[in-house]
Antibody, heavy 114, light 112 residues
C-alpha cells in the first residue's frame, strides 16, 4: 500500500538549517509530485511547495521561496526538504503529501530553540 | 492568493445528528474544464490530515458516504450525516484551483 515515511523529530538552534526526508513506497515515485505543508502549533495548514520527482521541477509558495529547498533522490524514492536560517516561527510540524494530497506522511516536528 | 474562510460549528453535535461545515473562497474555484477545485480534509487529534472529498463533491477512496460535499464556485458545504465519535476533529477546506494552494483556518467538530 502507499506509504510516505518521514524522518524523526528535530531540535535545532536558531540560525541553523534542518533537512527532513519523506520516503515513498507502494507506488511509482516518479508518477506523482510531492507537496510539503507546514502546520504551526494548533494552527492551520500552509502549503510550502511541490517537487516533481520525474523532472526535479519545483513550485514554491512565494512566502517560503527563500526558506525552503526541495530535492529528490529517485534511486531511493525519497523527497527532501531543507529549511534554512531557522527562527522560532519555523517551529512546526512539516508534512509531505502525494500529488492529489490523498496520502500524507506522519509529519516531522521541528523545534527551534537555543 | 485565494483566501479561504471557514464557518464555526455550534459544538458539541449530538451523536447521530447531522453537521454542516461551510467554506467560502475569495475567487471562483471553477476551472475551464468545469470542475470545482475544492478539497475537504479531516484532521483527527495527533494525526495527519485525511482527504475526504475532491473536485468539491467526489469522495476520496474509502471515505464513508455519510460525507457529502456541495456548493457553487465560491461557497461550499461539507455535510456529515449521522455523526459518530470518530468524526471528531478539525475539518479544513483547501483550494487547488491555483498556486499557491491555500487552506481555510479549520472548523472543529466535537461530538456529544
Amino acid at each position: 500500500q502507499v506509504k510516505l515515511l518521514q524522518s524523526g523529530a528535530a531540535l535545532v538552534k536558531p540560525g541553523d538549517s534542518v533537512k527532513m526526508s519523506c520516503k515513498a513506497s507502494g507506488y511509482t515515485f516518479t508518477d506523482y509530485i510531492i507537496h510539503w505543508v507546514k502546520q504551526s502549533h494548533g494552527k492551520s495548514l500552509e502549503w510550502i511547495g511541490y517537487i516533481n520527482p520525474y523532472s526535479g521541477g519545483t513550485n514554491y509558495n512565494e512566502k517560503f521561496k527563500s526558506k525552503a529547498t526541495l530535492t529528490v533522490d529517485k534511486s531511493s524514492s525519497t523527497a527532501y526538504m531543507e529549511f534554512s536560517r531557522l527562527t522560532s516561527e519555523d517551529s512546526a510540524i512539516y508534512y509531505c503529501a502525494r500529488g492529489a494530497l490523498d496520502y500524507w506522511g506522519q509529519g516531522v516536528m521541528v523545534t527551534v530553540s537555543s | 492568493d485565494i483566501v479561504m474562510t471557514q464557518g464555526v460549528l455550534p459544538n458539541p453535535v449530538p451523536s447521530g445528528e447531522s453537521a454542516s461545515i461551510t467554506c467560502r473562497s475569495s475567487k471562483s474555484l471553477v476551472y475551464k474544464d468545469g470542475k470545482t477545485y475544492l478539497n475537504w480534509f479531516l484532521q483527527r487529534p495527533g494525526q495527519s490530515p485525511q482527504l475526504l472529498t475532491y473536485w468539491m463533491s467526489t469522495r476520496a477512496s474509502g471515505v464513508s458516504d455519510r460525507f457529502s460535499g456541495s456548493g457553487s464556485g465560491t461557497y461550499f458545504t461539507l455535510k456529515i450525516s449521522r455523526v459518530r465519535a470518530e468524526d471528531a476533529g478539525v475539518y479544513y477546506c483547501q483550494q487547488v484551483r491555483e498556486y499557491p494552494l491555500t487552506f481555510g483556518s479549520g472548523t472543529k467538530l466535537e461530538i456529544k
